[in-house]
């Protein structure tokens, strides 16, 4: 099919025979001579370059083969949550100057539009378009303005839609200089997973992008980053380049670091086996699976969670816990016996944990009294004891956003703020050995690829993705993070495709994420970074009666294997092969025990246990 409108070449060769015609008659040319200067502006707004030159946010968009309005490729961009799959790009142009842009679209609900005219900014829509249809619009530039955005998206919740031929047709603005080199790249103090960097600024730039032994690990606006998941002991170098429009500068000179030295990483010198079992120990109260002692339990088990210490009140930030009651649970061991077998356990290298919260227990430290009596009244409780740290299963509204909290790199919300400040004076009170572990649900993590908080405009669940600015906080003192998996709604994986819980499917999926990072409500400039895998285990429930999403042992297996090794992958593909997995957590060992020990069983049986 023909593009529309004559190609470049010919509209030149044409220009000057008019000229030379007019020329030989004696006639002045009559035209403005801005109008000589008006061309396409849009880079590669056909696509068959593919996105080069375009940034879609959320990952949302890619080049296709078919539909196409002309040529042999085509934008296809997919809505997904509250992202409206936008894709742009910024142009350069002349102050006090007449511009179309225009383009043409196949979809329900497809907008075109530029922003930063210094005018009015402007847009156009279609409501359906089952075939190709163009979309045109015209501005005019403000008196200083140099530069605009043209976009295109679709709408929330909208299937994919597809734009080709975009064209902006006005003067040309002044070319833009590529950006100096970034001088003077430093690191800093590094821990034993992150690196910060500095840098001076570049004359020109808008952006900067950070290298890792030569591939991108991330961009900044600024002129400083940390670059985060990296493994302990290990030297790095790092470069950095600067970026505007007109493209990105050569790379600064190299700099190396080396992290510090941590057998776990993050989570100090923990000594746990190379691959874990966790679970649950019902211990302060009773349910249909019965209580069972801690002497009780297998050797299987590598980290015991006491569950649950909880508060008093939601607010009041005071823990306690205490053993099941007799009435409640006849079995029950003395408060003797019980810190006697936990020495035992310990004797044998297993690691014994207070939970705090669970289903019921609330906990929301509003106030910086409150998070100084969660930080006393669980020292008191690891302390009575001899525990060797502290697992955080906060659910329901323990762990909300504040409207405004846009960025999961630097909250404001108190009760998150004042969260992440208990446990780092926990963890310098007990130093390297305490071990920090985390059991959110999908909803607190995983749905953060797709909403944040309370979102852009208002109006979302401010509890969503609400867990991810403390997992980054904490990431270098956490040991493990074993996302509950079950008890979950579906949730969009790193391929944009809902998964939905009971299957090898979901693990793979939600676990993929925790390993790869992703970016946070779709927003490429803030990118949650990948956790080490030893830092992660997969959440399940070990019977049908523990929770929703149950998963047999068969599907279990396929999980392991595929990120582990690669195989029975099904038709998602991961990012990685992560045969450090640090294993699986279950709520927990009393339904273990209820389902005669099958869970544990698969866990020795797939790593020799």
């Known amino acids: 099919m023909e593009r529309t409108g004559p190609p470049a070449r010919i509209t030149g ?59 042999t490729s085509a934008l296809k961009a997919t809505p997904a949550g509250s992202d409206n799959a936008k894709c742009s790009q910024t142009v350069r142009v002349k102050p006090d100057s007449t511009y179309t842009l225009s383009a043409w679209v196949q979809g329900s609900y497809v907008y075109l539009g530029a922003d930063g005219t210094g005018t009015t900014d402007v847009s156009t829509w279609t409501q359906s378009a089952d075939g190709w249809k163009q979309l045109t619009t015209t501005f005019k530039t403000g008196a200083s303005t140099t530069s605009v955005s043209v976009y295109t998206h679709g709408w929330y919740g909208t299937p994919a839609y597809y734009a080709d031929d975009l064209t902006l047709v006005g003067p040309g603005g002044d070319p833009v200089a590529l950006p100096a080199v970034p001088a003077g790249l430093k690191a800093g103090t590094a821990t034993a997973s992150s690196v910060p960097l500095s840098w001076t600024a570049s004359a020109g730039a ?58 776990s990483g993050g989570g100090g010198s923990t000594d746990l086996p190379a691959h874990a079992l966790v679970g649950y120990l019902h211990s302060s109260f009773a349910n249909g699976s019965g209580y069972t002692r801690m002497a009780d339990v297998p050797d299987s088990w590598d980290v015991i969670d006491l569950a649950f210490g909880e508060p008093t009140s939601v607010t009041s930030g005071d823990i306690r816990f205490s053993l099941c009651p007799v009435a409640e649970c006849p079995n029950v061991e003395s408060a003797a016996e019980f810190k006697a077998a936990i020495k035992a356990k310990q004797a044998a290298g297993k690691k014994v944990l207070i939970s705090i919260g669970g289903q019921n227990g609330q906990v929301q430290l509003a106030t910086t009294a409150a998070r100084d009596t969660f930080v006393s009244s669980v020292s008191k409780i690891i302390d009575e004891y001899g525990l060797d740290g502290l697992d955080i299963d906060f659910e329901g509204h323990s762990l909300s956003l504040n409207t405004g909290d846009t960025d999961f790199r630097s909250p404001t919300t108190p009760v998150v703020v004042n969260l992440i400040s208990a446990v780092k004076t926990l963890k310098a009170k007990y130093g390297d050995k305490f071990v920090l572990t985390m059991a959110p649900e999908t909803f607190f993590v995983q749905l953060g690829y797709q909403y944040y908080g309370s979102g852009p405009w208002g109006g979302q669940d401010p509890r969503a993705g609400a867990y991810l600015p403390v997992i980054h906080a904490l990431r270098d003192d956490l040991t493990l993070l074993h996302v509950q998996d079950y008890n979950s709604g579906s949730i969009m ?15 793979i999926a939600m676990t993929d994420m925790l390993l790869t990072g992703f970016p946070v409500a779709g927003d490429q400039t803030k990118i949650f970074p990948g956790l080490r895998p030893d830092q992660v285990s997969i959440g399940l429930p070990a019977s049908t009666q523990a929770g929703n999403g149950h998963t047999s042992p068969a599907e279990v297996t396929k999980a392991l294997n595929c990120l582990t090794k690669k195989t029975d992958c099904g038709s998602y593909a991961t990012h990685g092969t992560w045969s450090g997995l640090r294993g699986l957590m279950t709520w927990s060992i009393n339904w273990d025990r209820f389902n005669s020990w099958e869970f544990s069983k698969n866990f020795d049986a797939y790593f020799g246990g």
Not at 17 to 31: E, H, I, K, P, V
Not at 39 to 55: I, V, Y
Not at 209 to 228: E, F
Not at 243 to 263: D, R
Request: proline share 2%; charged share 10%; with cysteine.
């Open 206 to 263: 808008t952006g900067y992008n950070v290298y890792q032994g030569g591939t991108k690990v991330l961009s900044a606006t600024g002129t400083s980053a940390t670059v985060t998941g990296l493994a302990a002991s290990t030297a790095y170098s790092f470069q950095v380049t600067a970026t505007n429009a007109a493209g990105e500068s050569a790379k600064s000179a190299a700099v190396p670091a080396t992290t510090k030295t941590g057998s």
């Open 493 to 507: 994986g790193l391929d944009n495709q809902y998964h939905s819980m009971g299957g090898a499917d979901f693990h």
């Open 13 to 71: 060769l044409l220009a000057a025979f008019t000229a030379a015609l007019l020329a030989a008659g004696g006639l002045a040319a009559s035209a403005p001579s801005a109008a000589a200067a008006d061309a396409d502006l849009a880079r590669n707004g056909t696509f068959e370059a593919g996105l080069d030159g375009w940034s879609c946010t959320g990952g949302s968009g890619a080049a296709v083969s078919t539909p196409v309005h002309g040529g």
